[in-house]
C-alpha cells in the first residue's frame, strides 16, 4: 500500500512542509512520484520516518540523522539503540522533574530542600551552561566577558560548589534574619568555611578577594538583584561581613 505525502502526515503528524523538507535533502525520499507528480511512500518509507522522530526526539540534527540511518541500514540494530538513548533520557528527565517537584512542594510549605537533594537530575555539561547562560549573557553585555566560550565545566566539582553556595548564603540570610551582627566570631567562622572550601577546589580566593567580589556585587544591578531577592539586606550584609574579615586577615 502506498500513502500521499498528505496520508503520511496524518499518520505521523509531521506536517507536509516537514515532509517536503526531508525530500529536499534526501532524508526520506518517497517511495515513488505518480505520473501526477504526487509523493507516494510505502511501509520501508513510513518506518524510516518514525526512526528519524526518534532522533529528533533526541534532539539530533537532520544531517547528522541521515548520517546514522546511512551507516546503519539494520533497522532492528537501530530501534534498540535509539530505545537505549531514550531510556537514558527518560531516566534524566524523571530525575530533574523529581527534584523540581520537591523544590515547588518545599516553595509551598515554606521549607528549605536538603543541600544534597538541590541538583539532583543536574548531571551534564549541557544542563550547567543552560542554567550559567542568563549569568553569562549579562557578563557579555555589560563588561564584554565570556566565560562559557570554549570552556569546560566539570559537572561534579560545579554540583558540589553550587551545593557549598548555596548552603553558605542560606546561613547568611538566617544570620541577617535572626540579626546576628556581620562581624561576628559566627560570621566570621562562616566565611573562613566557605573561603577553605573554594580553595580546596581550585579556586584561590583570599579574604581581600573575597571582599573584593562582594563589593562587585553591590555595584552590579544582576548580582544585587539575585542577592536582594534571596533577602533583602544580603547583599550588604555580606559585603560588610566580607570587609570586616579581610580587616582581620
Known amino acids: 500500500m502506498l500513502y500521499t505525502v498528505k496520508e503520511v502526515s496524518s ?116 544542563e550547567w551552561r543552560e542554567a550559567l547562560e542568563e549569568h553569562n549573557t549579562h557578563l557579555q553585555e555589560s563588561y564584554d566577558f565570556n566565560q562559557l566560550e570554549s570552556a569546560q565545566i566539570d559537572v561534579q566539582g560545579m554540583n558540589e560548589q553550587a551545593r557549598e553556595a548555596k548552603a553558605f548564603m542560606d546561613e547568611m540570610a538566617r544570620n541577617l534574619q535572626a540579626g546576628v551582627v556581620h562581624n561576628s566570631p559566627e560570621v566570621e567562622e562562616l566565611i573562613c568555611s566557605h573561603l577553605e572550601f573554594m580553595n580546596r577546589h581550585g579556586h584561590a580566593v583570599s579574604a581581600q578577594d573575597f571582599a573584593g567580589q562582594t563589593r562587585f556585587f553591590l555595584s552590579d544591578s544582576f548580582h544585587l538583584q539575585m542577592l536582594e531577592g534571596q533577602q533583602t539586606g544580603l547583599a550588604y550584609y555580606l559585603a560588610a561581613a566580607a570587609e570586616s574579615y579581610a580587616a582581620m586577615n
Open 11 to 126: 499518520l505521523s503528524s509531521v506536517t507536509v512542509k516537514t515532509l517536503h523538507h526531508y525530500h529536499k535533502i534526501g532524508l526520506l525520499l518517497p517511495r515513488e512520484i505518480s505520473g501526477a507528480g504526487y509523493r507516494l511512500y510505502g511501509q520501508k518509507e513510513l518506518e524510516r520516518l518514525q526512526q528519524i522522530l526518534f532522533y529528533r526526539e533526541l534532539e539530533f540534527p537532520l544531517e547528522q540523522i541521515k548520517q546514522l540511518l546511512e551507516r546503519a541500514p539494520e533497522r532492528l540494530s537501530v530501534l534498540k539503540r535509539q530505545e537505549e538513548l531514550l531510556l537514558a533520557r527518560q531516566h534524566r528527565l524523571q530525575s530533574v522533574m523529581a527534584t523540581l517537584r520537591h523544590s515547588i512542594h518545599c516553595m509551598e510549605k515554606g521549607e528549605s530542600m536538603d543541600n544534597s537533594e538541590l541538583f539532583e537530575g543536574f548531571d551534564r555539561e549541557e
